[in-house]
């Protein structure tokens, strides 16, 4: 069989494995490995299955992964959600939607510290929707701003999807974690509005609160300021070239546990936990990347990507109308698979064709980015719905589902601003330093 042949072959088969719910990881590692037998002969395949784990695990670039997801766990299993929950709540809490309004800010700032969808989520679900719950707020909406809240946890630096999508594609990191800052609090802000005008309009779904007194907001300040200031040294660090993306953070792991200790939040347990479930997360992404560069080698050797850069090149389309061609490639994938999948499965073909076109690819990867939230919340997948679903055992998963489509609206008018205005995306990490 030809080389293309091969290559078509093996993507065909990755994606039946993926929905057959095997592991990313050992998708890639047997598919790519067969890809490199049948087109270099086993004695190459076998050489590069025991020389790319070590070459990829040994990365330097790739120290920053434990150290953000550690960073994220500390503060975590130290109970700031809950804090940063009653800070904003404070602040706003009082105005129309006021609590839904405030989980979709906690969520913002929450996501500054994990990075990750399943656990902001998971998070603001055990947090937010008992007090929506005590206040009589709808069910839909209330399970519905959860949803689209856990979604910023990709978004908002530091976002290790975005990190994953840097070595996938050896952007610089550092300006890919600064890219993702406007348009996420961009998506916060729309999630906010359409809240408000939801309540607006329909007054029974979002009772108002009470109005916190002045002295009342100024305490609620006091457990979250330490948190603020992490995350603006370790993030402003990178942005002011004080830090590389790793050095940022060793000092926000480590500034997290010293804050996580001086507050006496963390105990023996969750620190021990906090190691496991880095340990645990950091091992799965480690086992990715090896895949991904293995599937990677075989996907070059079958020429698909260039082949597929030399076939759009030729097609006498302009480069935008190529791009949401591209995206809408992209959304009908996210209804059946994971991002991370997509990611590994995609970017050896796409990102070649995206430079060729002309696209920043710093600017293609909080794209990306967006346009796998919208999958987070969309049926058959939306994995955003149904990890709320577990935590909400009594609203059923369809009307979750209803409720998130005015969020829904907003994601893609974010992603309609972005592609209109690229400067949103690249105006932080063109000033880089």
């Known amino acids: 069989m030809s080389p293309e042949l091969l290559g078509i072959i093996g993507i065909i088969a990755l994606l039946v494995l993926f929905l057959f719910r095997v592991p990313v990881s050992v998708s890639l590692i047997v598919v790519g490995i067969w890809g490199l037998g049948m087109i270099r002969g086993w004695d190459t395949a076998l050489v590069q299955l025991g020389t790319t784990p070590f070459s990829t695990a040994s990365s330097y670039s790739l ?14 299993y130290s109970g700031f959600g809950n804090d940063l929950y009653r800070a904003v709540d404070a602040w706003i809490g009082h105005v129309r939607g006021g609590l839904a309004i405030t ?20 998070t603001m679900a055990r947090i937010a929707l008992p007090e929506m719950k005590k206040y009589k707020y709808d069910e839909a909406l209330s399970t519905s701003c959860v949803a689209a809240g856990g979604t910023l946890g990709i978004l908002i630096p530091p976002s290790v999807i975005l990190v994953l999508y840097g070595i996938l ?37 979002a009772p108002v609160t009470d109005k916190k007194p002045l002295g009342v907001k100024i305490k609620s300040l006091n457990s ?81 990507p260039s082949l597929t850069t030399k076939f759009v090149s030729e097609l006498d389309l302009p480069p935008m109308v190529i791009m949401i061609c591209i995206l809408i490639v992209y959304f009908i994938l996210g209804l059946f698979l994971e991002g991370i999948a997509i990611f590994v499965l995609t970017l050896p073909v796409v990102y070649p064709l995206i430079t060729m076109l002309g696209f920043d690819g710093v600017w293609f990867g909080v794209v990306m980015i967006l346009v796998m939230n919208i999958g987070l ?35 893609i008018l974010c992603l309609v601003l972005i592609l209109i205005f690229p400067e949103i995306v690249t105006i932080l990490p063109d000033h880089l330093k």
């Open 377 to 411: 919340v969309t049926p058959p997948l939306g994995l955003s719905v149904y990890i709320i679903s577990g935590v909400a055992k009594d609203v059923p998963i369809q009307r979750i589902f209803r409720g998130v489509i005015p969020m829904l609206m907003m994601m």
């Open 169 to 205: 594609t050896m952007e610089p990191i550092g300006k890919l974690l600064i890219a993702g800052l406007i348009p996420g609090l961009l998506q916060m802000a729309l999630f906010m509005i359409a809240i408000y005008i939801m309540a607006l309009r329909k007054p029974s779904i």
């Open 63 to 76: 120290s920053v992964i434990p150290l953000f997801i550690l960073m994220g766990m500390f503060l975590s």
């Open 103 to 122: 989980t979709i800010g906690t969520s913002a700032l929450f996501s500054a510290i994990s990075g990750s969808v399943n656990a902001t989520t998971a």
């Open 224 to 304: 979250v300021w330490p948190f603020l200031l992490l995350f603006a040294i370790s993030i402003g660090g990178i942005y002011f070239g004080f830090f590389t993306p790793t050095e940022a953070g060793g000092v926000g792991a480590f500034g997290a546990f010293l804050l996580a200790v001086a507050t006496r939040r963390l105990s023996w347990a969750d620190f021990k936990t906090s190691l496991n479930e880095t340990t645990r997360l950091t091992a799965m992404i480690f086992f990715i990347l090896i895949g991904a560069d293995i599937f990677s080698k075989f996907l070059a050797l079958s020429k698909i």
